[in-house]
């Protein structure tokens, strides 16, 4: 089977480890949205229920990402940066 719970996991690690490296070299560093992208991201590791909320994120991203040009996490940060 193709997306068995292996390369699921291989996926979330991959997408917490791009995370992180956003954050490493990023110019504004750690910010809101690399710790709302750190929190969805383990969550894909749970069983069923953490499953089911990985994928509504990431399709939620998607469809985000196209409608907006911005992921979900972009578009919380971008509403935070202009409070200040």
């Given at each position: ?26 110019e504004r560093g750690f910010t809101t949205k690399h ?50």
């Open positions: 089977m193709i997306i068995d719970k292996f390369n699921v996991q291989k996926v979330g690690a991959l997408g917490i480890a791009l995370t992180l490296t956003d954050a490493a070299v990023g710790a709302i992208d750190l929190a969805m991201g383990p969550a894909g590791f749970i069983p069923v229920y953490g499953t089911a909320i990985g994928v509504t994120w990431f399709v939620g991203n998607l469809i985000s990402t196209a409608a907006t040009g911005r992921s979900i996490s972009d578009s919380i940060q971008k509403m935070i940066d202009e409070k200040d």
